[in-house]
């Protein structure tokens, strides 16, 4: 099994991978382009609906406790309760994330297996196998009440109109009304949501929690810890599409680093979905 990863224009579902909203050292997503992995640990992959893939992946290996497990979704929807549902079957970290989505056509679901998700569970003894996420909107600004009914969009926040809300909160810290990635609200995990507005609502990225935190990146402290995060050959990097908006220059890295419509990232030892966030495996031996 092959870990090959493809911008979207140019994505056919060779190996276990998904497109990647352009890479780290090669950013435009509508050029061909690929990324290959090549220190592949011993494993099992499975690609299926997420129903089927909580029947058919097992607690444990053959050889003992998965080390890690990398998830990688196809657009589906539900991507919260998979991870969440997964984590405590397997009992290891998850990273991953969703594919991106052709920035020419749209066409979504380009992912191994063409299928809602596909899942590399590792256990190589011959490897050190690590997790590790991070959240770059290190400044705090309280929790704050979160009002809806469908789990991602946003009705209410503190009792006032969460799209009013949010966007005086921006402009309170000087960012625009169509600034979504510099402040956002994260649960109490500090795993992300990346809103936006559709139909005059404001809505999630992620499934939504009734107490969130509000919290901000300075724009200057983006790319430098991006660049750190991202510049590991030993690892596949998962970060957001939407960080990556906001870069001030380009990451240059010779790594396999991704750009994802959402991430899989864990902190503290709780495997999420989430956005606006990076996470990466990193495999050694």
């Not at 950013?27 to 690609?47: H, L, S």
């Not at 991507?79 to 020419?104: I, M, Q």
């Not at 690892?235 to 994802?260: P, R, Y």
Request: hydrophobic share 40%; charged share 20%; proline share 4%.
């Amino acid at each position: 099994m092959e870990f090959i990863f493809k911008t979207p224009c140019v994505y056919d579902g060779d190996g276990f991978g998904c497109a990647s909203f352009g890479f780290s050292g090669a950013p435009d997503p509508a050029k061909e382009g690929i990324r290959k992995f090549t220190n592949v640990p011993a494993g099992q992959y499975f690609t299926g609906t997420l129903d089927e893939l909580l029947e058919k992946i097992p607690a444990k290996s053959e050889n003992g406790p998965w080390q890690a497990g990398i998830v990688l979704f196809g657009n589906c929807g539900k991507e919260n309760a998979f991870v969440r549902r997964l984590s405590e079957k397997t009992g290891c970290p998850l990273a991953g994330g969703a594919a991106a989505c052709d920035p020419v056509n749209g066409k979504s679901g380009l992912v191994a297996g063409f299928s809602q998700a596909a899942v590399y569970m590792i256990c190589d003894p011959a490897k050190t196998v690590t997790v590790e996420g991070r959240n770059i909107h290190t400044n705090l600004l309280g929790e704050h009440k979160i009002g809806f009914t469908d789990p991602r969009i946003l009705e209410t926040i503190d009792g006032e109109d969460a799209l009013t809300w949010y966007t005086a909160k921006r402009r309170e810290y000087g960012f625009s009304e169509k600034d979504f990635e510099h402040m956002t609200l994260s649960d109490l995990n500090n795993i992300n949501a990346h809103m936006s507005v559709s139909d005059g609502r404001l809505v999630s990225g992620r499934d939504l929690c009734e107490t969130m935190i509000l919290r901000y990146v300075n724009p200057g402290d983006v790319y430098p810890q991006m660049k750190a995060f991202y510049d590991d050959e030993d690892a596949i990097v998962f970060g957001c599409a939407g960080l990556k908006g906001i870069l001030e220059q380009d990451i240059m890295t010779a790594g396999t680093g991704l750009f994802m419509f959402g991430e899989v990232a864990t902190l503290d030892g709780i495997s999420e979905f989430g956005n606006l966030m990076l996470s990466k495996v990193i495999i050694k031996g």
